[in-house]
C-alpha cells in the first residue's frame, strides 16, 4: 500500500479528482490532506470525503514540523495540487523525487514565483499565445524548476478570456493528474 498526502491551498478539485480515481485500488491510499489556507475550499472536500485533514502554518512547514507528521504518516508520496508555498529545502530531502506538482501552463513558459491561478491564464492570454497546457514535475527548492514528467496542450484561441483558458486546463488536470501519479507510483 502506497500512502499519499495531498497538499492544496485552495478549491481543491484536483485533490477530490485524485481521491475518486484511487476509491477502490487496494495498492493506493489517499492517507491526508494537507492545507495551510483556513478559507480553503479544499477542507469541506476533506470532511466531506473523511480524508484526515492537517491545518498547517508557515512556522511549521520551515521548522520541519510538516514532515515529521508526513514522516509519522507513512507517507510515501507528496501531491501539491493547487499548493501555492515554496516547499522548504528540508521537506525536499526527506522525499526526495517523491513530491509531484502540478502547474497550469506550460512550463518553463509561465512559471516561477507569483505566476499561479488567474496570473497564469492572464499572462498566457495577454501574451497571445496560441497554445498553453498543463505540467506535472518533481519538486525541488525552486518554484516549478523541477524535473518534468508530463505534460500536455490544448489551443488558446484569440477570443478566449482567461477564464476559458483555465477552464480548457482543469479539464486537462483532471483527465490527466490522477494517471500520471498512478504511472509514477506503481
Ligand atoms: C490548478 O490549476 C493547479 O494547476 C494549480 O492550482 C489549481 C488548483 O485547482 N497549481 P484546484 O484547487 O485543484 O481546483
Redesign the pocket.
Known amino acids: 500500500m502506497k500512502n499519499i498526502a495531498i497538499f ?8 477530490e ?1 485524485i481521491y475518486d480515481y484511487f476509491q477502490g485500488d487496494s495498492e493506493v491510499n489517499i492517507s491526508m490532506i494537507l492545507c495551510n489556507n483556513p478559507e480553503a ?2 477542507i469541506a472536500r476533506a470532511e466531506r470525503l473523511n480524508i484526515p485533514l492537517v491545518m498547517f502554518d508557515r512556522a511549521a512547514l520551515k521548522s520541519g514540523e510538516v514532515v515529521r507528521i508526513l514522516q509519522e504518516n507513512d507517507t510515501d508520496w507528496v501531491i ?4 501555492l508555498w515554496l516547499i522548504p529545502k528540508n521537506m525536499v530531502e526527506a522525499f526526495p523525487n517523491k513530491i509531484v ?4 501552463a506550460l512550463l518553463p513558459k509561465f512559471g516561477g514565483k507569483g505566476m ?2 488567474h496570473f497564469v491564464h492572464e499572462a498566457v492570454v495577454a501574451n497571445k499565445e496560441t497554445e498553453s497546457g ?1 505540467t506535472i514535475h518533481f519538486v525541488n527548492e525552486h518554484y516549478d524548476e523541477g524535473n518534468i514528467i508530463f505534460q500536455a496542450s490544448y489551443p488558446v484561441l484569440p477570443t478566449d478570456s482567461p477564464e476559458d483558458v ?1 477552464k480548457k ?2 479539464v486537462l ?1 483532471h483527465e490527466y493528474f490522477p494517471k500520471v501519479i498512478e504511472e509514477l507510483i506503481k
Do not use: K, T
Not at 492544496?8 to 485533490?15: D, P, R
Open positions: 492544496a491551498s485552495g478549491s481543491g478539485s484536483n485533490a479528482r475550499g479544499v501539491l495540487a493547487g499548493f506538482n502540478i502547474h497550469p499561479y491561478g498543463i483555465a486546463g482543469q488536470e
